[in-house]
Nanobody, 121 residues
């Protein structure tokens, strides 16, 4: 059983940056690819980014490309989502998730509780 805890959300002005962290425990972190998802009010949850178990491969949603960067530290069992040039449409609850398969559209095995990101115009 893997537990995931996100942190780093908050309120930021458009054009600003936030750094989300996800700390994992209870499992072998390097056995999992890690993803970030988000859910805005009234919308379905959507994929944001994924990083492979080694950190050597990443993939992003079109909305995140060029602005967001996902990274991981297997020694610290942590995955980071660096978000730059934030827009009001990035406002959502952001979730960290773990999967044994490196993918964006597959079912993830474990989820965090989410952290709120709000971007003001």
């Amino acid at each position: 059983q893997v537990q995931l805890v996100e942190s780093g959300g908050g309120l930021v002005q458009a054009g600003g940056s936030l750094r989300l962290s996800c700390a994992a425990s209870g499992g072998t972190f390097r056995s999992y690819a890690m993803g970030w998802f988000r859910q805005a009010p009234g919308k379905e949850r959507e994929f944001v980014a994924v990083i492979s178990r080694s950190g050597g491969s990443t993939d992003y949603a079109n909305s995140a490309k060029g602005r967001f960067t996902i990274s991981r530290d297997n020694a610290k069992s942590t995955v980071i989502l660096q978000m730059n040039s934030l827009k009001p449409e990035d406002t959502a609850v952001y979730y960290c998730a773990a999967t044994r398969t490196y993918c964006s559209g597959c079912a993830y095995d474990y989820w965090g509780q989410g952290t709120q990101v709000s971007v003001s115009s």
